[in-house]
């Protein structure tokens, strides 16, 4: 997957990547963040000013870009414990197990299908309220719940969270992407390397380890990693290889591409603003081209896709979709491109209603 040339002459940090600062009528600021539920390291505050560009230009790529799939919208009813019941009115109705809790959801601008006893009948809902931490900015209607249950998805078991970021420890909409990646490890006949950048409570790293694979699993947050590894103990694979790293990702993937490590499937989901372990700051904007530079550099001979998610940010589908297709210049494969959405699924978990948008993806893979 390398290509050698370097740009002639080009300093360090002054690609394309480093290049823009701030948008066309000479904002230095990055723009707000749009009104999409915040990642979980919402930590990651919106640094005061375009942060420096990592240290490492864009390769120069020749050859053909891939040929595309467009747009792709890769959908799901749900799966395991989790589905979509219900949206509307700026909010979502879903199932977590045992829990029927309301979130925000700023893409559900329709009606609620269901009547309000429907919605009104919940475990939790997140309420925001803003001089509260943890599970204080949840209502519990019923009664008084524990901060983690135990869930199931795609066979591997882990616990959903009430976290003060309205997050419940999982992102059911990758649901999709992890079940491409379970198909892949197993059909490789070899164990294939997986890593996971931006990988949070660690169930994508779970579900590839589970069905064979070697996993690498980076977060900048050790809060995150503790709970992975928790996970990783209810789901009982604390014997699989599974390498926890609490690290920068963009630093990460720096030291791996000089090392001349290499992966068959890269996942990279990262926030629009986060920050590493020691306070560095990652802003898709900025970041997003050199990390999937990188990335493909570190892609093995005999890789199997590389997979990356956008949310909360104001993009189209095709912006990451052309940058990967550039960044993948003369590999060969396919690169498709679109959005993930969840579609509601009822009550029961299996009658179909509408699709609500999450994020934007886009990956290549090598045919
Ligand atoms: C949306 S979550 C990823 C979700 C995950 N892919 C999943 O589906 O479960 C974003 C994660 O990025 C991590 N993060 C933020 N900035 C980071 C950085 N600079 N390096 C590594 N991880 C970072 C956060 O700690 C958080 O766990």
């Known amino acids: 997957m390398r290509q050698k040339e370097r740009r002639p002459g080009q300093k360090s940090g002054t690609g394309p990547a480093s290049g823009r600062r701030g948008d066309e009528r000479g904002n230095s600021r990055p723009p707000k963040p749009a009104n999409r539920p915040a990642p979980p390291q919402q930590a990651a505050r919106e640094p005061a000013s375009a942060p420096a560009a990592p240290e490492r230009p864009l390769m120069e790529r020749s050859g053909e870009r891939p040929p595309e799939r467009v747009p792709v919208i890769l959908e799901s009813l749900g799966a395991g414990d989790f589905h979509l019941i219900d949206s509307g009115n700026g909010e979502k109705l879903e199932q977590y197990g045992p829990y029927r809790i309301i979130r925000p959801e700023g893409q559900a601008l329709w009606k609620p299908s269901f009547p309000s006893h429907v919605w009104d009948k919940v475990d939790a809902a997140f309420t925001g309220d803003t001089d509260e931490e943890g599970t204080g900015r949840w209502r519990f209607p019923k009664e008084a719940l524990g901060e983690t249950w135990p869930l199931n998805l795609l066979g591997v078991d882990f616990l959903g969270r009430f ?180 579609r509601e699924a009822g009550l029961d978990g299996n009658t179909p209603g509408r699709a609500l948008s999450t994020s934007l993806f886009s990956r290549w893979v090598p045919k």
């Open 163 to 342: 976290t003060s970021f309205r997050h419940v420890g999982v992102f059911p909409e990758q649901i999709v992407h992890w079940t491409w990646m379970k198909q892949q490890v197993e059909a490789a006949g070899r164990p294939l390397k997986v890593l996971n950048l931006f990988g949070y409570t660690g169930v994508a790293s779970l579900v590839a380890a589970a069905a064979g694979a070697e996993v690498t699993h980076v977060d900048a947050s050790k809060k995150a990693i503790g709970w992975a590894r928790e996970n990783q103990a209810l789901s009982g694979l604390e014997k699989a290889p599974i390498r926890w790293i609490c690290e920068d990702a963009m630093k990460f993937i720096l030291r791996e591409e000089r090392r001349g490590n290499s992966y068959d499937i890269i996942l990279t989901d990262p926030p629009k603003f986060g920050r590493g372990p020691n306070g560095e700051v990652w802003h898709l904007f900025e970041h997003l081209p050199v990390m999937l530079d990188i990335c493909r550099e570190i892609l093995s001979p005999k890789a199997v896709g590389l997979v990356l998610t956008a949310y909360s940010i104001r993009a189209s589908f095709y912006s990451i979709h052309e940058l990967m297709r550039e960044t993948m210049r003369g590999a060969g494969g396919v690169v498709e491109s679109g959005e993930l959405v969840i």
